[in-house]
């Protein structure tokens, strides 16, 4: 049975002096309007945030309808998680109307996780290596001397994300930096300097799915798959005091592989995505993990602008996490939001050219969790 | 304590937050982390306690009580 979205909304991401709720009572809100659907038809709800409070305290504002609101809480894989519940709940019957949302706020500054809810001895705190952003550097360094990947590629990443966040106006960083400000912005983790990470902020993104036959006649784009996995073995991921031997595996490689395979559908024929950036090596190593080119390709194909708006493999359309910012709860939906808008030829300045009826969303997080969906029109 | 070779490294520029961090006497300064690995193939991250580190440099690994393993540069 054939799960559509036909409704998508967001939130202006960044700081304001909105609750995570607020953002997601919004979002919420757009989305039912956007769809045409009134709140009193929703048969079932999903959704959440990692760090700004339970979901199902949206119906104080929604309505109390009565709804069953199942609280989602899954990092990273939060909004990915919700739209899985969302598609079982259609598919087994349980709705035909289901509202999927997803928001978060987070303090400013770098996320500080504590040593012992990761099963760490309390050294790892003390001495400094309780920071996600060391992993990043870490993971790309490494991939860098492998593949022959240079700092002006990853500061190219950065350039196309904000340059796309400037034509996206819900983004955070609307102002568009050269790769030279971005390479000189001051290292934070070598190689990656400040311009080339995301930051922790706040927003929402929410979704009106439904079965085919309330779908028929509207303006929908079909959900072919949503995928979430767990981390296989001998994975590199953030806070690992070891790593085994042999090349590294990727949940994300599992992870993108079964949602193609679900879907029907290649990397190939992909025309849109939207790839996790939690920093320009995310997104140049996800780019090959997720199985768009050869490891090392990379290459060969950011520099030429393969993965601009008008290139060959538009990514990151909104700007992604580098221009949007990391509210970890809502990021997963926003993709989806992308490519929904994308797919609806409603992107106005960001646009992807010719038609797209193909795309792909991807979420990476600690600790080793990926999410992925495959959407056409 | 056991020999092996760098395999990836960063510099931790900033000052990590405390809690839990916890900041030397005369305050923060930047240090190098990274993965040696070792004879079986396998990586353990340390706290480098070296100048100038770069992938394939040899390091001999070493953990103090109450600490995370440290490594240090073999001469």
């Keep these: ?377 | 304590m056991a020999d092996g070779t760098l395999w990836t490294w960063t510099v931790q520029r900033f000052a990590p937050k405390s809690p839990p961090y916890v900041s030397p006497p005369n305050g923060f300064t930047p240090f190098a982390v990274g993965y040696v690995e070792l004879a079986d193939g396998s990586r353990v991250e340390a706290v480098l306690d070296v100048e100038d580190p770069y992938i394939g440099m040899p390091l001999r690994l070493s953990q103090e009580a109450g600490q995370v393993p440290h490594a240090r540069e073999v001469e």
């Excluded at chain 1, 894989?77 to 899985?84: D, Q, R």
């Excluded at chain 1, 598919?91 to 760490?120: C, I, Q, S, T, Y």
């Excluded at chain 1, 393969?306 to 996490?321: K, R």
């Design chain 1, 1 to 377: 049975m054939s799960v559509h979205i036909i409704g998508a909304a967001r939130t202006p991401f960044g700081r304001t002096e909105l609750s995570g709720r607020e953002h997601g009572v919004r979002a919420a809100r757009a989305a039912l309007v956007d769809a045409g659907i009134p709140w009193s038809r929703v048969g079932a709800a999903f959704g959440g945030s990692d760090a700004a409070g339970n979901a199902d305290t949206l119906v104080a504002d929604l309505g109390l309808t009565g709804v069953p609101f199942v609280n989602v809480r899954n990092g990273c894989a939060t909004g990915g998680s919700a739209l899985i519940s969302a598609v079982n709940a259609i598919r087994g019957g349980m709705a035909d109307v289901v509202l999927a949302v997803g928001f978060d706020k987070h303090p400013r500054g770098a996320f500080d996780p504590r040593p012992e809810e990761w099963g760490l001895d309390e050294a790892y705190g003390r001495e400094g290596l309780m920071v996600t952003t060391q992993f990043f550097g870490m993971k790309i360094q490494r991939y860098a001397h492998n593949h022959g990947i240079t700092p002006r590629t990853l500061a190219l990443v950065a350039e196309k994300a904000y340059r796309n966040g400037s034509r996206t106006p819900e983004a955070w960083r609307r102002k568009e930096i050269t790769a030279d400000e971005i390479l000189e912005s001051g290292m934070v983790n070598d190689p990656l300097t400040r311009f080339m990470f995301c930051s922790p902020g706040e927003g929402a993104a929410a979704l009106v799915l439904c079965s085919e036959s309330v779908a028929q006649g509207r303006d929908t784009v079909e959900l072919r798959s949503a995928v979430v996995r767990t981390r296989p073995p001998g994975s590199f991921e953030v806070f690992s005091p070891r790593l085994e031997a042999g090349t590294p595996t990727s949940v994300s490689t599992v992870a993108a592989a079964a949602a193609f395979e679900a879907a029907g559908i290649g990397p190939e024929d992909v025309e849109v995505c939207q790839l996790q950036d939690t920093e320009s090596g995310a997104e140049v190593m996800h780019l090959a993990e997720c199985g768009f080119c050869e490891h090392g390709e990379q290459e060969k194909l950011i520099p030429f602008g393969a993965t601009e708006i008008g290139g060959m493999l538009p990514v990151n359309t909104d700007g992604g996490c580098i221009a949007n910012g990391e509210p970890i709860g809502a990021s997963g939906l926003r993709q989806v939001y992308e490519v929904v808008t994308q797919l609806r030829g409603r992107a106005g300045e960001r646009q992807v050219p010719g038609a797209p009826t193909v795309g792909f969303t991807h979420v990476y997080g600690a600790p080793g969790v990926s999410a992925c969906t495959v959407l056409t029109s």
